[in-house]
């Protein structure tokens, strides 16, 4: 079925509720475990559907965000979904008190069990209309990047559009583009504020009235860590501070050098080369047909997942006006099918879509038409990150048939790229990580704890008269999971680790990495993070000294692609 043709319907809570009501009644009257799976079964086929209305409203609320119907829908979610997960989590507790626990978690898993009981601890009926009011301000703090109205010569753009113009190889054009953008975000600038004070206060005050000391605590919950804590972030951060980002900034620097310039400014770092970054010599319909001859040469497995995905029309993937910056996957479960979005800039970007995206699409359609357990789709975000990120390296032996005689540019400026992404993951996490431990912050105390942490991660920084919303601390506001998904970002650090072990893997034994790979996003959620890690070949990046291991073989790979 095409994803235009996905009949949609407003999930009835109340008769939802009365259905959960009778699973649980039911759950509390099986005989035996095995009777206590088969109701089971019932609450996957209520959660699928809740899951696939949220979800279908919530993509189309995307497309576009001035859509009236869909607009209405997505504050109906936000309204009603927080009282409806905390009747998800009173059932769950059932099979957490269930004398056929053990039996269960034989199927299940131990994970699931684990994630269940941290979902127990991140909601309570008390809390329900706290968190009516986060999703609220989170959608209205997306509404209001989504409408950013951009003059630019004679049009208006929105901020998906200005992309080409930032990265614009003329850098005059590049001056002007971010001072545009500028001009805009300081326009907004006391409306992020107070969105964010707000948001902080509020998950603060959830934290509070779930018994945790800070929302920190309530925040690693949510996330569903369950294998790893803190103590382990913490060093994982220490341990880039002291490796990596000698690493990055050689990186910067030889970028400075590639550009000709005396110094490297912010609005310089989206540049690779003098000519320009390498872009797409396809149209955008040429890219996705592109996409499917890779795909067909990757595997049989990936050739059938990206058939399915062009022939029901499953990326959603040209920029238009009133559509929602960035991109993602969702998966709808009662269909048995992902769907992407993202908005195409005639940058390298778009390519990533094709790879990145794809990766967390791939591991859904190959885990939904091969495993029944619902739990075992739940991944953790470091887990699907590793999809992705791997993706975009397996993908590789193609690039040139999207960015033509600069493929090799595009193979140097991806791994750089990637490279210098990993201190900026991590510093938006210790920049959390302070803003919800002292949740009493001002708005500029805030804006200066992200100016120290930039010196810190990013030394070479520099933004200049062009990004004074950026010079004044501002830049973390442009990014949205600091605002929608709080403690996401580190997730993106740690699975990009993963992705350059793969890199590496590559070079030796492409074939051995591929298999590695499918047996990755096989497992899925079946086991813990670092138990799967083990289990297809990967090390744990948080292991005392494995960051150092890992940039000394990189340094030799990026020294080789150099000199290609």
Not at 62 to 75: A, C, L, M
Request: proline share 4%; hydrophobic share 35%.
């Amino acid at each position: 079925m095409k994803f235009q043709d996905m009949p949609y319907s407003r999930i009835d809570f109340e008769k939802a509720a009365d259905e959960l009501k009778k699973i649980m009644e039911d759950f509390r009257e099986a005989a035996d475990w095995e009777e206590e799976l088969e109701v089971h079964k019932r609450y996957y086929a209520l959660s699928d559907h809740v899951k696939t209305m949220r979800i279908l409203a919530q993509i189309r609320h995307s497309i576009d965000t001035v859509d009236p119907f869909y607009s209405e829908e997505k504050d109906y979610y936000d309204q009603k979904m927080p009282e409806f997960s905390n009747r998800e989590v009173e059932y769950r507790n059932l099979l957490l008190k269930s004398p056929n626990r053990e039996k269960l978690e034989a199927v299940i898993g131990r994970p699931a069990f684990a994630n269940m009981e941290l979902g127990a601890r991140s909601v309570s009926q008390e809390t329900v209309p706290l968190m009516q009011e986060e999703n609220a301000l989170v959608t209205r703090y997306e509404k209001l990047l989504a409408g950013a109205q951009i003059p630019w010569e004679g049009e208006t753009l929105n901020l998906s559009m200005m992309t080409p113009y930032l990265t614009s190889p003329d850098r005059e054009v590049r001056i002007q583009a971010a001072e545009k953008v500028n001009e805009f975000y300081e326009s907004i600038q006391g409306e992020l504020d107070e969105i964010f004070d707000l948001l902080v206060k509020n998950r603060t005050l959830q934290a509070k009235k779930l018994g945790f000391e800070n929302f920190t605590s309530l925040g690693y919950c949510r996330m569903m860590r369950s294998s790893y804590g803190r103590e382990e972030v913490e060093s994982f951060r220490e341990q880039i501070k002291r490796y990596w980002v000698p690493f990055a900034e050689e990186i910067w620097e030889n970028r400075r050098k590639r550009l000709g310039l005396n110094k490297l400014y912010h609005l310089d770092e989206g540049v690779s080369f003098q000519e320009g970054s390498p872009k797409p010599v396809g149209s955008p319909q040429e890219i996705l047909k592109d996409g499917q001859r890779m795909y067909d040469a990757l595997s049989p497995e990936t050739s059938e997942f990206f058939r399915f995905m062009m022939e029901h029309e499953l990326l959603d993937v040209f920029s238009r006006k009133n559509k929602q910056v960035g991109g993602y996957m969702e998966y709808l479960p009662e269909f048995g099918a992902p769907f992407i979005f993202a908005n195409f800039n005639g940058t390298s970007g778009d390519v990533d879509v094709i790879t990145h995206e794809c990766g967390h699409a791939f591991q859904g359609y190959l885990v939904g038409k091969e495993d029944p357990v619902r739990e075992h789709w739940d991944i953790t975000m470091e887990t699907a990150e590793t999809h992705s990120m791997s993706m975009e390296f397996f993908t590789n032996p193609w690039m040139d048939w999207f960015f033509g005689v600069r493929g090799k540019d595009f193979l140097l400026s991806q791994f750089e790229d990637a490279a210098v992404f990993i201190p900026y993951g991590c510093m938006v996490d210790e920049f959390q990580h302070i803003v919800y431990d002292q949740p009493q912050l001002t708005p500029e105390q805030r804006k200066a704890a992200w100016k120290k942490l930039e010196r810190e991660y990013k030394p070479h920084l520099i933004y200049g008269e062009a990004s004074r919303f950026y010079e004044n601390g501002g830049f973390w506001q442009r990014q949205h999971h600091i605002y929608s998904l709080p403690f996401y970002y580190i997730d993106y650090a740690i699975a990009q680790t993963n992705a350059f072990q793969y890199r590496i893997w590559m070079e030796k034994d492409r074939q051995g990495a591929w298999e590695s790979y499918l047996k990755f996003c096989r497992l899925s959620a079946s086991d813990f993070f670092g138990n799967m890690l083990t289990e297809a070949g990967l090390e744990s990046p948080f292991e005392e000294g494995r960051i150092r291991e890992l940039t000394q073989k990189l340094a030799e790979i990026y020294e080789r692609l150099r000199s290609e």
